[in-house]
């Protein structure tokens, strides 16, 4: 191992990739699921706030918002707009399995807007939804709160006495 090999892999920023993504956005189901994640201490806002096409967890909705509007999203969804490869591709090219490729084509013209659409409409919501789930979460916080401060409000007082 020369001094070199240690920057070829670059692990630490590595997300996932387009192909696995691509998968996860094939169905409303897996696009609710990870859109309604359970609370994890362990991930960025409890696990709350992601964005699917980039596979990354934010702090709070307004990072989530502002990330929606980076450059670094939109190539994300302009990468993930179009089929990413895969072996039967490659083994098109060489020119074996060229007619279940060809089949595959025409299944993907087909299929793909109605796929972008759901895509599209699923995700139309995703910050609302997030305004929605903090609102709830706030008042659900606030109600303990609010009955201790009455119940310390009901409480009897007791009478401290000083010593001279």
Do not use: W
């Not at 994640?37 to 709070?60: I, N, R, S, T, W």
């Not at 980076?70 to 089929?83: E, F, G, M, T, Y």
């Amino acid at each position: 191992m020369g001094r070199y090999s240690v920057r070829r892999y670059k692990t630490k920023r590595r997300t996932r990739d387009l192909d696995l993504i691509y998968g996860d956005l094939s169905t409303p189901e897996s696009i609710q699921s990870l859109k309604h994640q359970p609370m994890d201490e362990y991930k960025a806002g409890l696990g709350q706030y992601y964005c699917v096409h980039c596979a990354k967890y934010f702090q709070d909705n307004k990072a989530l918002a502002s990330h929606l509007k980076s450059k670094i999203h939109k190539r994300r969804v302009k990468d993930l707009s179009v089929r990413p490869y895969d072996n039967l591709e490659s083994e098109a090219a060489t020119g074996t399995n060229l007619l279940k490729f060809m089949e595959r084509v025409e299944h993907y013209k087909q299929s793909e807007p109605a796929r972008k659409q759901m895509e599209d409409a699923v995700l139309a919501t995703h910050l609302a939804e997030n305004e929605e789930k903090d609102k709830i979460l706030a008042a659900q916080l606030q109600a303990p709160q609010e009955e201790v401060a009455q119940e310390n409000l009901d409480a009897p007082v007791k009478e401290v006495k000083m010593a001279d």
